[in-house]
């Protein structure tokens, strides 16, 4: 494996989203195998270091936190030892009290990744084996049952890591191929993988960090890039079905206010409506603006751009940060001197504020999709389009009640994104005062994500429906490719039937990039 020139290579500096989902999902690899993760030679070096500091600290039995000391309020116990070892054990046990729903097997590939990652900067002190152990269970499929619920942030996400942890020992559970729950123990035997036995320092290495909320948010990052970009183009959809202006995605306004996310958005509604009939045929309607749904597309669209944008360069950070406690930093490497110095990088208010900032905006993203879906159905607003979208509408219901699911899912969404990162409750003795609440804004994402996606599966049934009413009329020739699209899931509906399954179908097609591939 050590060959493959396929392998990720770990440094602790340059791991890119992308190669975090490409490990995560192993569905989206052609042969349905992971992509091999190994640590580099450089990052070995390093990592081989700080484990020296450390291991020499243990032989002279200097006071250091975590090493020969316990840990959080007890830190002023000293540990010595055989007591080294036991503590390891004690920590990730004692710590592994997470509750709730598990995470996906992504999500927790995604943060034995990350985990991995964060260990080979170098500035953690733990053997390399720890690192290579993460490393082959990725490789050979071993999944740890991580529970979902259970962490503040801070000293970042402990109870996930330490259900991730335990299954390094042997430990707790997994999850097998199937989805069933087995011991570590037999899932690390079927993989031929050695349990670990953790000494100095890397149990707390092991369990404290950001990497629980990074993972969640990292994946639920790049759902919602796929997303934005989805959204312009059923918004240009939207805007030639109900007769809109392109007047105002004129390119000489946002270079008046040139937010990047704005500017974007506005080409890609310029790209959509070029070459359309259907906008052709009303271009002297005498109408100059539309409603805000449609004439905003870009100041709202963009705005979420500009927030996805910001919250990448938040988590591309966190995935390279050193972010355990202490820290091990070296000062003489011949004599395998360092300094080991207690700080705060496991605090997930960066990640906290980020992922409530991504909810906020994907939730406004839901709201101006259901607004425009709004004007497809309501017989006043839709430009002489049937209403709700029904032949022989009142025999036939239509869209009516589509509209509906998508106000309660907006709905949903202005209550999960009320943000978390604002709350703080005390934790381990009064010594952790003040916690980011980043797991539970990542959690709640989660569902702010799924809402979106389905939102604009309504809206995206309900405007193709829309271009077929004004047949023979043609969009453009991106909006047909996006209307084929829908159609390949979903056909036009002639009457009444069960819609569930098509929200369901177009869901899975925006999610899988085919819609945003139209612009992109």
């Known amino acids: 494996m050590e060959t493959d020139l396929n392998a990720l290579h770990i440094n602790g500096n340059d791991l890119t989203l992308e190669a975090v989902r490409e490990v995560a999902q192993i569905e989206v690899q052609e042969t349905n195998e992971p992509r091999p993760v190994l640590l580099s030679a450089d990052a070995r070096e390093a990592v081989d270091r700080a484990r020296a500091v450390v291991d020499e600290i243990v032989a002279s039995d200097k006071v250091a936190y975590a090493i020969t000391t316990g840990v959080g309020k007890l830190s002023e116990v000293r540990i010595a030892g055989d007591q080294i070892r036991e503590l390891q054990v004690n920590l990730v046990r004692s710590h592994a009290v997470g509750v709730g729903e598990a995470l996906s097997a ?76 087995i011991p570590s123990a037999d899932a690390l035997r079927r993989a031929q993988i050695k349990p670990l036995v953790l000494e100095a320092k890397e149990s707390i290495s092991l369990i404290n960090g950001t990497q629980g909320m990074l993972a969640v948010g990292t994946l639920a990052l790049l759902a919602a890039e796929t997303l934005v970009d989805s959204a312009d183009v059923l918004g240009g959809l939207c805007c030639d079905a109900l007769k809109g202006t392109d007047a105002a995605f004129d390119e000489r306004i946002h270079n008046a206010r040139p937010h990047a996310g704005q500017m974007k958005t506005a080409a890609n509604l310029r790209k ?43 988590f591309e950070i966190e995935a390279n940060s050193a972010v355990d406690n202490p820290l091990v930093f070296i000062t003489d490497k011949k004599n395998f001197e360092g300094d080991v110095i207690s700080g705060g990088n496991f605090h997930g208010q960066p990640l906290a504020f980020a992922l409530d900032f991504l909810g906020i905006a994907l939730s406004s993203l839901a709201g101006i999709s259901e607004r425009r879906i709004e004007r497809l159905v309501n017989p006043a ?51 952790e005062d003040y916690v980011s609440m980043g797991m539970t804004a990542a959690i709640k994402l989660k569902r702010i994500v799924e809402n979106a996606r389905n939102v604009l599966a309504i809206e995206a049934m309900a405007v193709a429906q829309a271009i077929d009413f004004l047949a023979p009329l043609t969009t453009s020739k991106r909006g047909q490719a996006a209307h084929a699209a829908i159609r390949s899931v979903c056909p036009t509906m002639e009457k009444d039937r069960i ?22």
């Open 106 to 181: 992504a999500e927790t590939r995604a943060m034995m990744l990350l985990r991995a990652n964060s260990l080979a900067k170098g500035y953690s002190g733990v053997r390399a084996i720890v690192i290579d152990t993460l490393c082959e269970m990725l490789n050979r499929g071993v999944t740890p049952f991580v529970p979902s619920q259970g962490s503040v942030g801070a000293s970042g996400d402990l109870a996930p890591l330490a259900h991730l942890a335990l299954a390094l020992i042997g430990e707790g559970e997994c999850i097998d191929a199937t989805g069933a729950r």
């Open 381 to 431: 607003l839709s430009e002489g389009l049937p209403p709700f979208l029904a032949q022989g509408a009142g025999l036939n219901s239509g869209f009516m009640m589509p509209q509906v699911t998508a106000a309660a899912l907006v709905s949903e969404n202005k209550v999960l994104a009320h943000p978390a990162s604002v709350d703080s409750i005390t934790t381990s003795g009064n010594k």
């Open 499 to 520: 819609m569930y399954k098509d929200f369901a179908r177009i869901a899975e097609l925006i999610a899988s990039g085919k819609v945003a591939d139209v612009i992109r």
């Open 272 to 314: 959509m409506l070029e070459g359309s009939q259907i906008r052709e045929s009303h271009r002297a309607c005498g109408r100059v603006q539309d409603a805000y749904s449609l004439r905003c597309i870009p100041q709202v669209h963009g705005a979420v751009r500009d927030t996805l944008a910001h919250c990448r360069e938040v």
